[in-house]
């Protein structure tokens, strides 16, 4: 199966002549993924390692089923492009382009909901299904990719597209293979949030715990554990939380836009309280997590 992506999706890559998405394309396709077209307006007709590039989404459509579209363009030119993959009846936009105001990373993805479509970013890295397709620039070179990342039952969603693949290998090094890791972004707006994306993991047969790394800022951890509480969820749930150093420094922010604590609820140790009081195990260093789900496998 897979979480919201599978073997035969397909994408296209919109900034596909960029000087990092020209890096990426070569990647996932050396990994398999199936990369239909790139969109790079006043490129048209040229070709990425093989893949033809248009100048609009409507005109790569037109011939061509689309999955999902990754978007790495300029930042101010990431809203329009994301209107343009969703206006084309694209249904998945992984957003990469980081640092995408708040008012227009809000409309966006009202934008996306109301024509039903899910957004994932912005600021992120994308989506591996292992030794299956990679939907975006998560790991790295492909032969990177095969090393950290390998099949098997463990779901893992984080702000961090760095933290994904360290998690990832860490899993991998103890013998636990993943179903779906999901870079879902670290700026302070993102599509879809570890609340949103649970259900999917929920429904996924391959899926039998999941991982989540966090940081401070924000409610989505707190989003997370009313979730796994109200929904007596089938999966255990293992999460690690940085920048605990924070808790004694208000208003201090490091890394991804998101992380800034300015109330209580941001705070990693009120993070840490609200997932553990709904059943969710939090470890204390990134090496403890195999650890952690081996255990919370055998108890389930």
């Known amino acids: 199966m897979g979480v ?17 998405a020209l890096n990426f394309t070569r990647e ?3 990994y398999g993924s199936k990369i239909v077209g790139g969109v790079t307006p006043g490129r048209g007709g040229r070709e990425v390692y093989g893949v033809p590039v248009f100048d609009t989404v409507r005109e790569l459509t037109a011939t061509r089923h689309v999955d999902a579209s990754v978007v790495t363009v300029p930042l101010g030119a990431a809203p329009d492009a994301c209107y343009e993959a969703i206006d084309a009846g694209i249904k998945l936009i992984i957003i990469i382009t980081e640092g995408i105001q708040r008012r227009d990373a809000t409309q966006v993805i009202e934008y996306a909901t ?15 299904i292992p030794e299956v397709t990679r939907v975006g620039s998560l790991g790295g070179p492909a032969v990177d990719c095969r090393k950290a990342f390998r099949p098997g039952h463990v779901g893992v969603m984080s702000r961090s597209g760095g933290m994904t693949t360290e998690i990832c290998n860490a899993l991998t090094t103890a013998g636990l293979g993943q179903s779906t890791a999901i870079s879902i972004g670290g700026d302070p707006v993102i599509g879809s949030t570890y ?17 989540i790394y966090s940081e401070p800022g924000g409610s989505a951890e707190a989003e997370l554990a009313k ?16 920048g605990r150093f924070m808790d004694n420094m208000p208003g201090m922010s490091f890394g991804h836009a998101g992380t800034v ?9 009120e993070k840490i309280r609200a997932m553990r009081a709904a059943g969710i195990s939090v470890a204390d260093e990134v090496g403890d997590i195999p650890k952690l789900v081996k255990e919370r496998l055998k108890a389930a």
């Not at 604590?261 to 140790?269: Q, T």
């Open 4 to 20: 919201l992506v599978h073997k035969d999706s397909t994408f296209i890559i919109q900034g596909i002549t960029g000087r990092e």
């Open 28 to 30: 996932c396709l050396e």
């Open 114 to 128: 109301m024509h039903g479509a899910r957004v994932i970013g912005p600021n992120c890295l994308g989506i591996m």
């Open 195 to 211: 609340a949103d994306l649970m259900p999917f993991y929920e429904a996924d047969a391959d899926t039998h715990a999941v991982v």
């Open 227 to 242: 979730w796994v509480k109200d929904n007596n969820s089938r999966l255990p749930v293992i999460a690690f939380v940085s």
């Open 261 to 269: 604590v300015n109330r209580k609820e941001d705070s990693p140790a």
